[in-house]
């Protein structure tokens, strides 16, 4: 039954995901509650509360009964930042203290807390319609970034997000000259991958990456996130 579950979820939604695991929590079928991690300038109100998120230096998780009760009041930041592994995120929020941005954890495919928050964000951003809404999605209150893997699974967990919920995302550091940069410590992939590259190259939703997929397939390399440093300066 599990696997005939994941089965439909996979032909409806478009996306290979990376387990089982991942592909039922996309859509809230879970074995435990799971938690969204942000750091950074948002103020939010939960009934008659109010708080700013910004007094956590290291961020703060959010179960999904939080985030459900949260209402956003502000950002008071110059940009969201989201970012697909948890390491990086850790290092990001290390190293970027003080910055006034919103920075959001995804865990990959975002689960079902994830996508929650990310719809209220994208609602905050674009004024109240976010970005599969009819008439919404342009001319957001703030940039909105996304850094994540250089691989087959990191572009289409990004255009996952952008098609939902930010019609305006942007790249950060997953473009053809943070490749190069990066590409001794990629890791290389079989034909079957290979293949899973090529139709991507062929197909129209994944025109804007085409640079990147063109120099996967000239490397033989994937880049995962971790591998990779951003230093404190990107924005500037």
Known sequence: MERRLVHLIQNRSGIEYDSEEEALQSVGITDQPRSVWIAGTLRGAIGDDTISFDIFPGGLGLSRETVS?????????????????????????????????????????????????????????????????????????????????????????????????????????????????????????????????????EGERFARWRGLLELMLAYGKRIEQESMVITAEIFK
């Open 69 to 201: 009760k949260l209402a956003i009041d502000a950002i008071h930041g110059e940009r969201i930042v989201l970012i697909e592994n948890l390491t990086s995120w850790q290092q990001w929020v290390k190293a970027r203290q003080g910055e006034r941005e919103l920075v959001v954890y995804t865990g990959g495919y975002p689960n079902r807390t994830v996508q929650q928050l990310l719809y209220k964000l994208g609602s905050y951003v674009y004024g109240g319609a976010c970005g599969n809404k009819e008439g919404g999605g342009i001319g957001g209150k703030l940039p909105v970034y996304h850094w994540g893997d250089m691989d087959a699974g990191g572009i289409q967990i990004f255009e996952f997000i952008r098609d939902r919920y930010f019609p305006e995302l942007r790249p950060l550091g997953m473009d053809e000259s943070s490749y190069l940069r990066y590409v001794d410590r990629g890791m290389e992939f079989n034909r079957d991958y290979e293949k899973k590259l090529k139709d991507m190259l």
